[in-house]
């Protein structure tokens, strides 16, 4: 019966959506129907609201319904969706502002002169209008009054003409900042936990660990991440757009005829041409610069947006007028001065120290009081003209307010279709596809391709994204990365706007387009650019890097990047260090060599042992990195041979952990059978035979060999696992000792400086109060821990402390302790003051030697040239289902 409710929510949805009901309704509204019916049915005929759900039932439904809703608008680590509202504020206040006008005009006279030019200039204008608003329906609208009218008085084909705005103006949904990316990317953090715990259990089946490793993890993303992820393949996109109109007007010139610019390019032509373009630019760089150098987070480079947008809004709805352009100088002027500032003084409140502390922060108040006085002045100036900001913020609380009742509404309908057995239904038919991931994936793009003839990007992005991406992240064989993953369906999404016959972006452009223009001519143009979107997304499949270098390149540059021993980075870190050792191994030697032949021997004894094992540490890395490679060697021999018996057997383990699932569903259900329903025992009892020889059938089926290839197998990674545990320790050695070492010694002018101190409390001890005596020796100790090395000096402070402040003081005994620890402090003072002309200067050396190779997994970050080289190892997709 779970079959039977589970089409009734897809027939009630389809028919809900083909009739044009609302969306924000059809969904929500299909699920309680169906809910409420299968509900109902089974409290009637079994008695149990639940008996026709296969998970839980209507109670857990709604509670996963107010847990969803709790998720979108109470939850504070959730705050991906904030960034819509300022997104989309940021784009209907830069279209009401006239700024697309102003680029077509200008782009289409300095671009029209060239074969092709004006189709060119359509797509640039594109591109900045989908990197500054993002509004797929203004863009297009704005094109086609301005743009089409004069490509076909050019004599550009129909076609191509429409074909061109069209796809142009759906850019806006894979170029940042785009609504549909911060979307995917808030529908995909939960699929990543939903994947994350199913590849766990896959870990443990497989294995018999509870504890997976945490570097065969599934790739969280963040709207952050998408934002990086899809730049390159957005500009990919729009370069193909490009070729293909320049190769259209180079082969068929008729179609795409160059259009002479009627008036001089002089220099006023090129102040206008800077004056239109340079804001939007600015605008782009502030917005997505600051995510990329991870000065702002996603929310906050859409606050920057909107009040960028703002900015511009005032100047250009003052066209003319006096004072156009003072508040977006005063603003200017106003961020300048902040960044000087800021470069100059420390205004932080809580650090005022000094006279130019206190001038730092004065200059910083009055220039932020500039920069909200002319973002007051421009907002003015749009509430005033034209009643533009009461329009912009009306129109943005529409769209919000659709987006979110949107996504509350998917996410009834997704627990729902889970409560049915839907999500199961999908993933047996994924899984049980003959090809792997790529067979999965080609499926599901096929799917959202085919629903893009249909249904909008939003309920696309919430309704079918929950569904399959957990499926396709888990899969250890192909490890993609959710960023990945996410820009995949985005730019599959992306041609939702574009295909026949409900293709959004072409009602947009009929609504405007001219009589003469035939709708059937607009679907013959759309069609090369949806085959240009289908290349982007296949060049883009088969090269990963094109999405997760940018993402992972900026969180391994930034100040909060994971440290170099994080678990996540050790595969690529030794992939460039085993590269290191090859290319710098003499000179290393050479080092290690001429570093442990110093004189040691008058080192305190801990220090001594502690520096002759890092050399040897040191000296063993090679030998270590030689083993890791051999075994590596030995295992890749029989990898190929035993990855399709691995695959084999994996395979049917699966379906016999499945067959053991169902026969303790049958148990459970036949246990809550009445005594008098002997007929469903009976059927019960048949069918719990058939699953245990069908169970017998497939345990017989696993390969004879299996046990004795995969005890091989199992041994040469257990080897190839220690190998690398091995190197690991070597490197950590061969490196922590030497710095240690090196902090202790270049901590001697410092000690030296305290000694004088600490031999001053003899008269502190002697003659002040015990409290007083008390904190003057923990403030000496204060400034003893900042130098290394000091610990049984501190020590020694506090036995004098002890003596000198306890129940009953003892000042004679505090100063015989005080002379022990000033003892202490001479010797220690004796071998250090050696160590500084006997060590230093080599040891300093070694260090810089060896630091970004055997002791790079000890740096607090990764060096900005192996950080790179990181990035562009854990850009590709690295199989990782043998371990499983």
Known sequence: MELVFLILLVVIMVTALGSGFPVAFALPGSAIITIGLAAGTGYLFAGDASAYFAQGGPIQWLSAGVTNFRGVYW???????IA?????????????????????????????????????????????????????????????????????RSNYSKSLATGTIAASGTLGQIIPPSIVLIILADQLTSAVDQAGTARKALYKAATGEFSMPSEFAVVSTSAGDMFLGAFIPGILLVILYMVYIQAIALFRPKLAPAVPFDGALDRKFLGRVLLVLVPPLALIFVVLGSIIMGVATVNQAGAIGAAGAMMMAGYRLREGHRRQYVPAIMAIVSMVAILVITSYFDTNIKNIKTTDDVVGVVLAVIAVGVLIAALIWSGWRTYKIENTLTGVMVETAKTTSLVFIILLGAAMLTAAFRGFGGEDLVREFLTGLPGGFWAQFAIVMAVIFVLGFFLDFIEIAVVVVPIVAPILLMDPSANVTAVWLGVMIGLNIQTSFLTPPFGFALFYLRGVAPAIVRTVEMYKGVIAFICLQLVALFIVAMYPPLVNYLPSRVSLTADTAPPPINPRLQY?????????????????????????????SYLPSKLRKAAEGSFKDAGSVFAMRDMVLKTEADLDAITDAYRPLHREVRSIEKKIRKIEADLKQLGIDTSRLETADQITKDLNDAETSRLIIEREQLVKALPANWKSENAKFVK????????????????????????????????????????GSVEGLAEVVSSQPPEDAADRISDVSKELGDIEGTSSIKSGLTKVRRAASGRTPDPEKAMVELEKTITLLDKELVWRQKAVSGLL????????????????????KLPQQQALKVASCNASHRDISLHF
């Open 716 to 755: 040469l990674q257990k080897l190839n696992d220690k190998a690398r545990k091995d190197y690991r320790s070597a490197m950590d050695g061969g490196y922590q000792p030497i710095i240690e070492l090196l902090g202790t010694i270049q901590g001697t002018a410092d000690l030296a400086r305290l000694k």
């Open 841 to 860: 200067p080599q040891l300093t050396v070694y260090e810089a030697a060896i630091r970004e190779t055997i002791g790079l997994r000890q740096l607090s």
């Open 84 to 152: 819509i509202p300022l997104f989309v504020f940021m784009g209907i206040m830069l279209q009401r502002s006239k700024i697309a006008e102003d680029l077509l005009v200008t782009m289409a006279q300095l671009f029209g002169p060239v074969p092709g030019g004006l189709g060119i200039s359509v797509v640039f204008v594109g591109a900045l209008l989908a990197a500054t608003t993002g509004i797929v329906g203004a863009t297009v609208v704005a094109m086609g009054l301005i743009s089409l009218p004069a490509m076909l």
């Open 572 to 600: 690529c870190i030794e992939q460039i260090t085993f590269a290191d050792l090859a290319t710098q191994g003499d000179a290393l030697r050479a080092e290690i060599s001429r570093t442990s032949a110093l004189d040691y």
């Open 75 to 81: 939850e504070v680590e959730r705050d991906t969706l």
